[in-house]
């Protein structure tokens, strides 16, 4: 059984800076694809950032390029969602999410192991 941990979240200025972490249980994470997702209260879940097993490619939502920055280190089973220049329309819950190949999705029907969230609140 896969188990994906977020950490990181909170309060920030609108124009701060968040990272966020994602810690993965078990020894195949660095064959999987994994996303970052996020749902505001009345709203359906979007996809943030996505990247390939090895990490040597990503997307990005247009809402969040130049902005967001998605990583990982296999070696420390972690993926990481680098989030600068926030602005109070990123206010969601944000959660991980392994996908069911080593690429890299946008939909969220393609996820099958995911995180318990973490709440990120931009204040103007």
């Known amino acids: 059984q896969v188990q994906l941990v977020e950490s990181g979240g909170g309060l920030v200025e609108a124009g701060g800076s968040l990272r966020l972490s994602c810690a993965a249980s078990?020894?195949?994470?660095?064959?999987?694809?994994m996303g970052w997702f996020r749902q505001a209260p009345g709203k359906e879940r979007e996809f943030v950032a996505g990247?390939?097993?090895?990490?040597?490619?990503?997307i990005s939502a247009d809402s969040v390029k130049g902005r967001f920055t998605i990583s990982r280190d296999n070696a420390k089973n972690t993926v990481y969602l680098q989030m600068n220049s926030l602005k109070p329309e990123d206010t969601a819950v944000y959660y991980c999410?392994?996908?069911?190949?080593?690429?890299?999705?946008?939909?969220?029907?393609?996820?099958?192991?995911w995180g318990q969230g973490t709440q990120v609140t931009v204040s103007s």
């Open positions: 078990g020894r195949t994470f660095s064959s999987y694809g």
């Open positions: 999410a392994r996908s069911t190949s080593r690429g890299v999705l946008t939909d969220p029907n393609w996820y099958n192991y």
């Open positions: 990247i390939i097993w090895s990490g040597g490619n990503t």
